[in-house]
């Protein structure tokens, strides 16, 4: 029997598979594809932003979650370099490569795809001194939606790395209950490579870096001028409370030119300022710092006055949002976090920042205020869009019992818009990558 499509009374939730059902599928499919038996399963999970929006190629902070969605992969060492991959999205099709063949997006050796955020993982460690790694089968299920801004294609890197990691005898990741961060950390750089250079998309580390390095129960403040975190308490349950997520179904892409275009203006607007990344702007000088940009408008090799205009919004965006992220923080280490007036605080950073997102980094669309103003309407703590923006996914505070109430109202205002009924999920703060015992 199918499930019955969604309509604005009955909204439909993306469950995450649990830890036994994801690793009993891959492992199945593994079998099918391959006639043997996994070395193990590994798997790694898709992330929430909490606050710190297009703060990590800045060099500014983050406060990422690991969701309970995670991807499964069954993997198994083999003698050579081949790498053969197949996913339960196409069972019947399998991927062959050769680990001496492949290579970055745009040249020969490119890998599309699904296919190239694992077997890129290979060619990035390799480029990055681990050498002579060998050749692997491996069978993909995953759980984090596809396209919904939620890192599914971090999730499929991490889980490669952590996989490969094991079966190659590296020893960077250690097991999930004792982590090795700083060999995680090594880790977050494999992956990122492998998305700038495999998949061509020129985003920051926090993806991978909360899907690596996040704990169970935590919050993770990623320092990302220096890489160093905090794991910050972020229990919701026990105070009645959950993260709601909203996925708008809009499309986005981290490949289409907006986000690389975002990143282009922060960087020419450092070069301007003398600073190596925004991040080293100090939020007291931020007027000061606007005025110079203004200024440097048609003076030799400046912006026009009107590229100036959209770099002193982007720099304010920035600026902001790594002060927000430190004052939210802040708020969570309090005693009496998430209750009362602190709760009403962190609401009102998150739709702080999600104005900043809409007005100053332009990034938002109406899918996601849409979602973002039904939510609170309807009685959301705080509520802003999370990840890269331009369709994906935006999150809303919400009391936990409130958490029907609040998905109805927005399939409601989606139905009303004539937008695509939006997907919803519970953001549980979870484990990170590891290996399924
Ligand atoms: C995407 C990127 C991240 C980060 C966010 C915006 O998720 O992959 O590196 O830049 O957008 O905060």
């Known amino acids: 029997m199918s499930a019955p499509s969604p309509s604005p009374a009955q909204p439909a939730f993306s469950p995450a598979l649990e830890p036994q059902e994801g690793a009993g599928a891959a492992t199945d499919l593994f079998r099918r594809a391959f006639g043997v038996e996994p070395d193990g399963v590994w798997y790694a999970p898709g992330r929430v932003n909490i606050i710190g929006e297009h703060t990590d190629y800045n060099g500014g902070l983050a406060l990422p979650i690991a969701l309970p969605h995670r991807a499964y992969l069954a993997l198994r060492r083999r003698q050579d370099r081949t790498i053969r991959l197949v996913s339960s999205r196409d069972a019947q099709a399998i991927e062959v490569l050769d680990l001496d063949a492949i290579g970055p997006k745009g040249t020969s050796g490119e890998v599309t795809q699904w296919a190239s955020y694992i077997a890129g993982v290979a060619w990035s460690l390799e480029r990055e001194g681990f050498t002579g790694l060998p050749g692997f089968d491996a069978a993909l299920v995953s759980c984090v939606p596809l396209g919904g801004g939620l890192s599914s294609s971090a999730a499929l890197e991490c889980s490669a790395a952590v996989a490969i990691d ?15 961060d700083a060999g995680r950390a090594r880790l977050v750089g494999v992956c990122v490579r492998t998305e700038n250079e495999m998949a061509g998309a020129p985003t920051g580390g926090m993806d991978q870096s909360a899907s690596l390095r996040c704990r169970e129960g935590h919050a993770l403040e990623l320092d ?4 160093s975190v905090e794991h910050v308490p972020f229990d919701l349950a026990s105070q009645g409370l959950a993260l709601l997520v909203i996925d708008t179904r809009a499309e986005h892409s981290l490949t289409d030119g907006q986000y690389g275009a975002r990143r282009e203006a922060c960087e020419e607007a450092a070069r301007i300022l003398g600073v ?8 007291q000088d931020l007027d000061e710092a606007l005025e110079r940009l203004r200024r440097s408008a048609g003076q030799d090799g400046g912006p026009d006055p009107e590229r100036a205009e959209v770099l002193v919004r ?6 902001t949002e790594i002060a927000r992220t430190r004052e939210l923080v802040a708020l969570l280490q309090e005693a009496d976090a998430l209750s009362g007036e602190s709760l009403a605080a962190v609401g009102a950073l998150m739709d702080a920042s999600h104005e900043s997102l809409r007005v100053d980094y332009e990034c938002t669309g ?5 979602a973002v103003e039904a ?3 309807a009685g959301a703590h705080g509520a802003r869009m999370t990840g890269g923006g331009f369709g994906g996914s ?6 936990a019992e409130a958490v029907p109430e609040v998905a109805r109202a927005v399939a409601r205002a989606y139905a009303t818009a004539g937008f695509h009924p939006p997907a919803f999920l519970n953001a549980v703060p979870s484990a990170p990558a590891g290996r399924l015992a």
């Open 166 to 180: 094991e079966a190659a005898g590296l020893g960077l990741a250690g097991p999930v209950q004792q982590p090795d």
């Open 224 to 227: 990302c001028r220096d890489g």
């Open 276 to 283: 190596d990344l925004l991040a080293d702007l100090d939020p």
């Open 314 to 319: 982007r720099v304010r965006h920035v600026v």
């Open 366 to 370: 109406p899918e996601l205020d849409t």
């Open 375 to 377: 939510a609170r309407a």
């Open 394 to 399: 935006a999150i809303a505070l919400v009391d």
